[in-house]
């Protein structure tokens, strides 16, 4: 998305004989399509000189396979987006709440409300990759900004003496002498309103968040992953974590056991049923904990062939390669080493997750 959106035909690389691959054929024909359509809008030099990106240099598209970052997909998160997307009801930009009943004794059909995030509200975008914390303390300064501006709407009705008790006679008197600040005030307040709305709707997203969170103890989890991943010892063994029925639930438990084997070299077997029989009396699926074994049966498998399949390869398809086979070490450390921020040195990347496959953008051209 972001190459097309620079007016720039991406250089795409991908490992070899996984999905990635298969994503990266199919992502080259749309695109290779595209170029050959006079009437296409995406790559046109007329829409590229407008954006001021028409050059001979491009970005490069590294499409990698899902099982890179496995731990990422499983990593109780703690920023807004991800938080809106594990707990709550979110599809296609809307999320969907129940409404609190004012009488429980009441039965009926179950309200729901509908909130709408798409990429023209202001706050979820400037705010969607922010931390949690930080999102209630922006919220809350939206807030006080709002309150400032409804005290001053109530202050200059004050000055212009429109009291609620006020006739229509002297209303219109001070109207004819306080237009200015009459134009100033009633012009603000479709602002104010939508303000007010906007505070609404991420006051409701943010306390359900909250709620969840304390309900199923995600700032504990989220702080046993980090340490597990940074090779960190525990507070609280792990089989004592999945064996406390008041910490969290089975899916949280689960996740958890899976990061941590992602991130073990070695178990031995008598670990691992210890903790296969744990979760399931935990309530948990045991499914992803088998497929995970043969996961990394595979790994194993994969990082002693070759880095390339033939000698005709060119260096740099082979260091690509031997980098792609030994992706495990990438899943140890999980997303703290794969999501360090905006910049790293020199290149600029951002990071596209969804489906079977990730997508890495570096903006600097090649």
């Given amino acids: 998305a972001e190459p097309l959106c620079r007016s720039a035909v991406p250089i795409i690389r991908c490992p ?13 024909k749309k695109l290779r399509e595209s170029l050959r359509n006079a009437g296409n809008s995406l790559f046109s030099p007329e ?10 240099q491009r970005p490069l598209l590294v499409v990698l396979d899902r099982g890179i970052d496995l731990a990422a997909s499983l990593h109780h998160t703690w920023t807004y987006q991800a938080l809106v997307h594990d707990l709550l009801d979110f599809k296609l930009n809307r999320i969907t709440m129940k409404e609190d009943q004012p009488d429980p004794t009441v039965q009926g059909k179950e309200k729901t409300k509908n909130y709408e995030l798409d990429v023209d509200a202001k706050f979820w975008q400037a705010h969607k990759g922010s931390p949690f914390p930080t999102v209630a303390e922006a919220v809350q300064n939206e807030l006080d900004q709002y309150r ?11 000055v212009m003496g429109l009291e609620d008790s006020a006739s229509d006679a002297e209303i219109s008197a001070a109207l004819s002498e306080n237009t200015a600040k009459l134009t100033s005030a009633i012009s603000s307040l479709p602002e104010l309103l939508e303000r007010k709305k906007m505070i609404d709707m991420h006051t409701n997203i943010a306390t359900a968040l909250l709620e969840e969170i304390k309900a199923r103890k995600l700032d504990f989890f989220f702080e046993m992953e980090e340490k597990i991943m940074a090779k960190s010892s525990l507070d609280k063994p792990l089989l004592d974590i999945i064996t406390d029925p008041e910490t969290g639930s089975s899916v949280d438990k689960l996740r958890l056991f899976l990061i941590h084997y992602l991130a073990s070299p070695d178990m031995s077997s008598s670990d691992m049923e210890k903790y296969v029989k744990a979760l399931q009396e935990a309530g948990a699926d045991t499914a992803a904990v088998d497929y995970l074994k043969k996961w990394k049966v595979y790994q194993k498998m994969s990082s002693t062939e070759p880095a390339s399949r033939s000698s005709g390869g060119t260096t740099a398809m082979r260091m690509f390669s031997k980098l792609m086979t030994t992706g495990s070490k990438f899943v140890m450390e999980g997303v703290k080493n794969l999501v360090i ?24 051209c090649l």
């Fill in 341 to 364: 921020g905006e910049r790293v040195g020199l290149v600029d990347w951002r990071t596209f997750r969804g489906g079977r496959c990730c997508f890495l953008v570096f903006s600097t």
């Fill in 148 to 158: 400032a501006s409804e005290d001053e709407v109530k202050r200059l009705k004050s």
């Fill in 47 to 56: 829409l590229a000189m407008s954006r001021g990106r028409m050059s001979f």
């Fill in 16 to 28: 070899r004989g996984n999905a990635a691959e298969m994503v990266a054929e199919e992502l080259d």
